[in-house]
């Protein structure tokens, strides 16, 4: 049962355009969302979170929607470039001790020059 | 991230052989973490630790045990390797406050059970 989501296993999107990439999730205990971008052998790397109780954070050309009624969140990449094709996760956690992280299957975002 | 080693980056083993992965940190972060990494499914936690031999299990924690005599380490044993088990493990450590943050991982262990 995966509690978070994603949908779209690939995307492929052309440079200065928008990116797109989605999650929706079960558990409406999560309280923290994040999304990590990963280069094939390397490990993943944190790129941006939200709150439960905000619907929007931005951090550059990075922005992620939260739409708690939907169980959904959505990451917005403008404009996109080469550099940015990688796999990106969803995650999310669930308030407690350890703050285990959830994570989805993930989306492969190839940006074409 | 030079804050977190994982060793070895890989390994070949043979199935029903005794496996440790090893993850050492420098960040003296109490949380640390097992992940595996497999086509369709993501990432998903084997155990986890929030103190010197503090441990739990995580969602996929069958053949899998872990320990944690000391803060920078954490040991991944698979008793004894199965062909399931071939996979790319990461270990990611965290402090207390890393709902905003979230983890830091390693580079990974690619290992293969043949």
């Known amino acids: 049962d995966q509690q978070v989501k994603q949908n779209s296993p690939s995307l492929s999107v052309q440079e200065g355009r928008i990116s797109i990439l989605n999650c929706d999730y079960t558990?409406?205990?999560?309280?923290?969302f994040l999304w990590y971008k990963k280069y094939p052998a390397e490990g993943p790397t944190f790129l941006i979170s939200?709150?439960?109780?905000?619907d929007k954070n931005e951090d550059g050309r990075f922005t992620v929607f939260l739409n708690k009624s939907a169980k959904h969140l959505s990451l917005h990449i403008v404009p996109s470039q080469p550099g940015d094709s990688a796999v990106y996760f969803c995650?999310?956690?669930?308030?407690?001790?350890?703050?285990?992280?959830?994570f989805g299957s993930g989306t492969q975002l190839t940006v074409l020059p | 991230d030079a804050g977190i080693t994982q060793s070895p980056r890989h390994k070949v083993t043979e199935t029903g052989t005794p496996v440790t992965l090893r993850c050492h940190q420098t960040?003296?972060?109490?949380?640390m973490y097992w992940y595996r990494q497999d086509p369709g499914h993501g990432l998903r936690l084997i155990h986890y630790?929030?103190?010197?031999?503090?441990?739990d299990k995580g969602e996929v924690s069958d053949g899998y045990s872990v320990s944690r005599s000391k803060t920078e380490d954490f040991l991944l044993t698979l008793e004894s390797a199965t062909s399931s088990q071939t996979s790319v493990y990461f270990c990611?450590?965290?402090?207390?406050?890393?709902?905003?943050?979230?983890?830091?991982f390693g580079s990974g262990t690619r290992l293969t059970v043949v």
């Open positions: 995650a999310a956690s669930v308030a407690g001790s350890a703050r285990q992280l959830t």
């Open positions: 939200i709150s439960s109780i905000k």
């Open positions: 558990n409406s205990m999560f309280d923290y």
């Open positions: 960040e003296n972060h109490r949380y």
């Open positions: 630790s929030y103190g010197v031999k503090d441990t």
């Open positions: 990611a450590i965290s402090e207390r406050d890393s709902r905003l943050h979230g983890y830091t």
